[in-house]
């Protein structure tokens, strides 16, 4: 399994779950202007640029809640159906406040519009939980996870969150996972406004789900 970490704030430097682990490609984009909340032109096309040799099949770190557009990118490269399973305390489907620019509350309105590959979303964390056994199994998914969908006891983030524990996040993707083929996962919702105060319990929550995705990926 290839891990990208993903650095758009210092959340990962004060953190250490990815440090012994193998086959790991690190990202550091936090030279990239044009990229808190907003995504602009000239700042997409580098990231696109930076992550082309990374695989999308494989288990990406994102960094804040800030950057879950990020998601998008990765997005824009599967070449078949597929069906997108999310993990948030918020819908991302506003429209942009301004322009047709990519926003990380924007991200997903865009992926419907603009993926035809993309067939539905299926969002845990937002509204009435999902009936997995309505989630198709003969086209793969892919796994968005943001961590602001965690109460404040599993997670520190930039933003107000739901009230999910990691158990009842863990026993969710359980049962997706189940004769369902993943053709890759991402993980954001750390904190790079709260990095050092944040980091020993999103430590702990990123290190659980890196152990839980490896046996999958």
């Known amino acids: 399994m290839q891990?990208?970490?993903m650095k758009m704030t210092d959340a990962f430097e004060h953190q250490s779950f990815y440090k012994s682990k193998e086959n790991i490609k690190i990202i550091d984009c936090r030279d990239i202007e044009g990229t808190r909340c907003y995504l602009d032109d000239l700042a997409k096309e580098q990231l696109l640029k930076r992550i082309e040799a990374a695989s999308l099949n494989g288990l990406h770190f994102i960094d804040s809640g800030n950057y879950h557009y990020l998601t998008l990118l990765w997005l824009q490269r599967v070449n078949t159906p597929f069906n997108l399973i999310l993990f948030d305390h918020h819908p991302d489907n506003q429209p942009p406040?301004?322009?047709?620019?990519?926003?990380c509350g924007g991200w997903v309105l865009e992926a419907t519009t603009e993926l035809s590959n993309l067939k539905q979303v299926f969002t845990f964390g937002v509204?009435?939980?999902?009936?997995i056994s309505q989630i198709p199994t003969d086209i793969p998914i892919y796994i968005s996870i943001d961590k602001d969908v965690l109460s404040t006891d599993f997670a520190v983030t930039d933003w107000d969150q739901g009230d999910m524990t990691i158990d009842e996040m863990i026993s969710y993707l359980k049962e997706i996972i189940k004769n369902r083929q993943i053709l890759g996962v991402d993980i954001c919702g750390d904190s790079g406004e709260f990095a050092e105060n944040g980091a020993c319990i999103n430590n702990q929550i990123n290190q659980t789900l890196f152990d839980f995705f490896a046996n999958f990926l």
């Not at 406040?97 to 926003?103: L, R, Y």
């Not at 509204?127 to 009936?131: I, L, M, R, T």
């Open 3 to 5: 891990t990208t970490i």
């Open 97 to 103: 406040s301004f322009g047709q620019i990519t926003s």
């Open 127 to 131: 509204g009435e939980v999902p009936d």
